[in-house]
């Protein structure tokens, strides 16, 4: 640095520090100003060009972080932690596992802690965490905190950032994390991240975003390549069979609750090699917020289809002000099936076999080796087979309502499963007493049987 430069940084400090001096003697001891505060002590040490303006600007320190409402990922758990002083300790476990991606496919992936996608992981902004981690793959590995503002030793980058942690290592990240948003966390192989090792790192807010949410919902999106007879999936494929919200293909996604009139979150991030245009019936949404964090209010705008592209985050909000079964799910044709393929393992594929009888025939010998209840199709017209094109979707009803029941299914058509594959789930809008009976029928205190004759019980 030449010494004419070095002298202007110096009389920039000067300046700026006469500035602050200034301030305090105009506007007394504004709390910015306070050297006993780490907001004080901060702005000592870095006195703003914008002098007295600013110190107008400085709030007095929040008593402390607001309570947050934590998000929920259907068919994922939470990774729990233990608290050391001040710090939040996780602890993370690199394994291969098997995924039930729907009734009749188990696939062999890997993940975290027993599951693919890997536990959430939820802090508030502010927080210090540490995540103790350990590697039970066959292969070397590391973890990077996506969309995380960390040092660059804890970015998880194998040979760039640290050293790949071996088989059967151990390793500690510990950092702070000072954004608010939707991060997640993943292998930094490719393959490796094909393979399912991704997870969600939600940090709420230190202070609550405005409008306040009642409910908060995560989705991963996932494909795979697994060839029919096979658990594996091919990692350097470039097209998918199977398509996962959270690790699980439609119809076993869990539908999300939510209360009519409530303001509902829903979080969705992308893992995979393709693009997808999540789409909402029903309702409009606004974008609230992306991999960077909260988007400003000024920004948002109606939609109610929104492209989450690969390592992308979108946060969208919505008044839930309609009740029903709204389906939330990918756009695109090909995510909105689940493989035939799978269905007919070894057995011959006939063609253009479209007779109701014939068809309902093959249809029924797939249906033997899978959990499926009902076998028919929708009405055919009786020129049909004249009509060029035909069939498209005519053959392609198999529900499988009771292989998938839960709680969160409950009370839905029947068949409701048959028109159910690939990304697809379901925003369940309850009006108050039947929100509550939900609730309580997912806490286990409430039974069908209490529910269909409450007189009797
Ligand atoms: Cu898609």
Redesign the pocket.
């Known amino acids: 640095m030449s010494g004419n430069r070095r002298r202007f940084f110096q009389d920039a400090a000067f300046f700026g520090a006469g500035f602050l001096g200034l301030a305090e003697s105009l506007g007394g001891n504004t709390p910015g100003n306070d050297p006993q505060t780490a907001r004080g002590m901060e702005q000592g040490r870095h006195p703003s060009p914008y002098g007295r303006h600013s110190q107008k600007q400085v709030a007095p320190l929040p008593a402390g972080p607001d309570p947050f409402l934590p998000m929920v990922a259907p068919d994922l758990a939470d990774l729990p932690h233990e608290v050391d002083g001040s710090v939040k300790v996780f602890r993370l476990v690199a394994e291969p596992v098997k995924r039930k991606i729907a009734p009749f496919k188990t696939i062999d992936v890997w993940g975290y802690n027993g599951s693919c996608p890997g536990p959430t992981i939820q802090v508030q902004q502010g927080d210090r965490v540490r995540i103790h981690f350990e590697n039970n793959l066959p292969e070397s590995t590391s973890i990077h905190w996506h969309g995380l503002e960390v040092p660059i030793e804890q970015d998880g980058v194998p040979w760039i950032s640290q050293k790949p942690i071996a088989p059967g290592e151990k390793y500690v990240y510990e950092f702070t994390v000072h954004q608010e948003g939707t991060f997640f966390y993943h292998s930094h192989g490719a393959m490796q991240e094909m393979m399912g090792m991704i997870g969600f790192f939600v940090a709420h807010p230190e202070r609550a975003y405005k409008p306040r949410a009642d409910h908060d919902f995560g989705v991963i ?1 996932q494909e795979w390549a697994v060839l029919p007879n096979n658990s594996v999936p091919n990692t350097a494929a470039m097209e998918y069979n199977w ?1 996962t919200f959270n690790g699980l293909s439609a119809p076993a996604i869990t539908p999300m609750i939510a209360k009519l009139g409530s303001r509902v979150r829903l979080r969705i991030i992308n893992m995979g090699m ?1 693009h ?2 999540i789409h909402l019936h029903g309702n409009q949404f606004v974008l609230t917020g992306t991999e960077g964090g909260r988007a400003p209010e000024s920004t948002w705008y109606p939609m109610n289809t929104v492209l989450v592209g690969v390592a992308q985050a979108r946060v969208v909000e919505f008044e839930a002000k309609y009740p029903g079964s709204w389906m939330v799910h ?3 044709p090909h ?1 909105m099936m689940n493989s035939m393929m799978d269905l007919l393992r070894d057995r011959a594929v006939e063609t253009a076999n479209t007779t109701d009888a014939k068809a309902l025939r093959q249809m029924a010998t797939l249906a033997e080796s899978v959990p499926f209840e009902h076998v028919h199709h929708s009405p055919i017209a009786e020129n049909a087979n004249s009509v060029p094109g035909f069939p498209q979707d005519a053959f392609m009803e198999m529900g499988m309502d009771e292989a998938v029941a839960k709680p969160e299914t409950h009370g839905l058509p029947p068949n409701w499963s048959a028109g159910m594959m690939g ?1 697809m789930t379901l925003v369940r809008v309850l009006p108050d007493k039947e929100y509550e009976r939900m609730m309580r029928r997912i806490a286990g205190s409430e039974t069908d049987e209490k529910v269909e004759h409450p007189h009797k019980s």
């Open positions: 999106l398509l393709d997808h245009p990918c756009h695109l995510h990304m």
